[in-house]
């Protein structure tokens, strides 16, 4: 307690390098607050400090000597959140669309369908599901895969994104966004894989 004391007195003008004995009044404000001074009140109650040898710190830094340390720290949390987008959460140091590849061209022949698959570095965990989404849309239910199958796409351009939920179905992350071009002939053409004779829409063999 009396060298709490002593330490309080620092702060209100006693010397660095040494404190001598000294006598503070110790007193209780309106709201209860135990109140130290070094100046007699009425009321107070007397208390005597031994005196207390303070060895003086090293010369304070500059506010830019102590800046630069906090600013280092910054720039790894920054560094390590861009590694780790979602921040602490974020148990994954991969997450993301590992096939197509960004800017895939998908051909005719295809008709639409193709196979995407979430790269996730560690093992997904047991309580993460993942869901798809096309051009801001939800694809497909959550499940815990990492491999998705697509059908029937549009020709045309499309976005994939994948989401991470966590065990309450919250959306945690998201990856980065895939662009995929689909190629796909009209059913006017002759060389359209889905009309091979070629015949008008609403024609039918014999």
């Known amino acids: ?8 007195l620092l702060g209100i003008g006693l010397p660095l390098a040494s404190i ?9 404000d309106a709201q209860g607050n135990v109140v130290f001074t070094d100046k007699p009140i009425e009321g107070g109650q007397r208390i005597e400090l031994q005196s207390l040898t303070v060895i003086p710190s090293a010369e304070p830094a ?7 340390p906090r600013k280092k720290a910054s720039s790894t949390s920054s560094s390590s959140s861009s590694r780790r987008v979602g921040g602490p959460f974020m148990p994954y140091s991969t997450f993301r ?13 295809y008709a639409g369908d193709i196979a995407v698959d979430i790269g996730v570095e560690p093992a997904l965990r047991k309580d993460h599901r993942i869901r798809l989404l096309v051009d801001g849309e939800v694809s497909q ?11 029937g796409l549009n020709r045309g351009e499309h976005t994939l994104r994948a989401e991470l ?18 190629h796909r002939a009209s059913v006017n053409l002759p060389s359209n894989p889905n009309n091979p004779a070629g015949r008008p829409p609403g024609k039918t063999g014999n």
């Open 62 to 68: 500059s506010s830019s000597d102590a800046a630069e």
């Open 97 to 109: 669309i590992a096939s197509p590849e960004d800017g895939y061209t998908l051909q005719t022949g």
């Open 20 to 28: 001598e004995a000294a006598t503070v009044y110790r007193t209780t």
């Open 1 to 8: 307690m009396m060298r709490c004391l002593l330490v309080m």
């Open 165 to 182: 939920l966590d065990a309450q179905g919250r959306v945690r992350h998201r990856s980065e966004p895939v662009t995929l071009y689909v």
């Open 141 to 151: 239910s959550a499940m815990h895969t990492q491999a998705f199958l697509l059908n």
